[in-house]
């Protein structure tokens, strides 16, 4: 069995309901133009950004155009329309996207030193450990055993057989000396 190809709009069945054209109102053109200005203030006091202000009085007057029949009393049209921008507003924050999230430990960011190429990379490592290797004996061990090995500031106390009090200060002192070594100054 084939079925029958349609080629032009009037070999199409469509339902009453959907023959009847749109609806325009010159009314209600008329009423945009005239209170634009005062509902897309009020748009803009719903949100932060002017763009978002645009698109939510846009929507506010789709909603409203689309039961513009059902409106008895047209003098109250103002009403209407800051209820849509509310109601809009409202439903919009509600669905929002929360991209942040309580957490236990502030999560560091990757970080991309020197670049994606891997000589860079290597001429910072390289820099790195020579101003590490300017550092006295045992700050150089505290830092290593912190940021290379990864202990907490209580195993390195533990390994260097020392307090953690020490281990806090002489990491301290060691980071500023790093920071202020010439040869890293660059990557800041």
């Known amino acids: 069995m084939t079925t029958p190809v349609c080629t032009s709009a009037s070999d199409v069945a469509v ?9 325009t ?30 698109d939510l009085l846009q929507t506010a007057l789709t909603k409203t155009y689309v039961a513009w029949e059902r409106i008895e ?40 030193l020197g670049g994606d190429d891997p000589a860079e990379q290597q001429a910072l490592h390289d820099a790195m450990w020579r101003a590490i290797m300017k550092l006295p004996a045992r ?31 002489a990491v301290s002192r060691a980071l500023g000396k790093l920071r202020e070594d010439p040869e890293l100054g660059l990557v800041r």
Request: positive net charge; charged residues 30%.
């Open 15 to 23: 339902p009453a309901r959907q023959t009847r054209p749109h609806a």
């Open 25 to 54: 109102y010159p009314s209600f053109s008329s009423y945009v133009k005239a209170r634009q200005p005062v509902l897309l203030r009020t748009a803009r006091s719903l949100t932060a950004n002017p763009c978002d202000a645009e």
């Open 73 to 112: 009393d047209h003098r109250a049209l103002d009403g209407y329309v800051r209820r849509a921008l509310l109601n809009t507003r409202t439903s919009q924050w509600r669905k929002r996207k929360v991209d942040e999230f309580a957490t236990d430990e502030i999560p560091e960011p990757e970080l991309t």
């Open 139 to 169: 700050q150089r061990a505290m830092v290593v055993l912190r940021y290379y090995e990864d202990l907490s500031e209580v195993q390195t106390a533990e390994v260097l057989e020392v307090s953690v009090g020490t281990v806090k200060s």
